[in-house]
């Protein structure tokens, strides 16, 4: 389905009915233009190769190579592709190779149609869309050791609503329920991130939960 406006988003999935779900899932979203589709690492490259889609949501496993390798290379050739991970692999190895290949998204194919559809708008409006699950990889990886000495020092400057919604970033939150948790609406929940994110000086989620982390400018707990 082609419409005239809107993203053009690329899946790469080898597994017929997930590939089928997530291509229908999107494309019952007004707002993406179209929706490509792909099975494996070589006709990924061919579409990248073709034009440069707005979003490329991609599977780590793939038959003929790793999605790892795929993301790395929309980030050379294709530099305004927004790469997001969709996939069943969980574990603190892959997900911190994707994210260093430059995915700046994690889903686990557990998300729901709403949550991947939003998820898709997140990323378009700057932000970086992790799954629940993930971000408790995330929070264990960085919460073991203790501050270093030499962790940047001083006031980023956030807001009290600001450091509100960095605390549930870090419990895990998504948007939405970042939104819901400090009754505000989703547009103004993203515009505060954006501004953690600035002040920060970071790109990622990850890269927040660290800050905070690290800058102890939030106490680490689980989600509610």
């Keep these: 389905m082609t419409r005239a406006t809107g993203p053009i988003v690329l899946v790469v999935e080898d597994d017929a009915p997930t ?68 996939t069943a692999l969980g574990d603190e190895g892959s997900i911190f190779s994707a994210l260093e290949a430059g995915a700046l998204g994690y889903l686990l194919k557990s998300e729901g149609p709403d949550d991947l559809r939003l998820a898709v708008a997140q990323l378009l409006e700057g932000g970086a869309p992790i799954s629940p699950g993930i971000a408790s990889h995330l929070l264990r990886r960085f919460s073991d050791p203790a501050p270093s000495s030499d962790a940047r020092e001083g006031d980023p400057g956030l807001t009290r609503r600001e450091r509100e919604a960095l605390e549930l970033i870090v419990k895990g939150f998504t948007y939405q329920e970042v939104a819901d948790a400090m009754n505000i609406t989703h547009n103004t929940a993203t515009s505060h991130i954006r501004s953690i994110y600035r002040k920060l000086e970071v790109r990622s989620r990850s890269e927040a939960v660290y800050e905070a982390i690290s800058q102890g400018i939030v106490t680490i707990e689980g989600k509610n």
Excluded at 20 to 36: F, H, M, N, S
């Design 19 to 86: 590939r089928e779900y997530i291509v229908a899932t999107l494309e019952a979203d007004d707002g993406v233009q179209r929706v490509d589709k792909a099975s494996t690492f070589d006709e990924g490259a061919a579409c990248l190769r073709a034009g440069a889609p707005d979003v490329m949501l991609v599977d780590l496993g793939l038959p003929d190579g790793n999605g790892i390798d795929l993301i790395r290379l929309a980030r050379e050739r294709s530099p305004r592709t927004l790469s997001m991970v969709i």
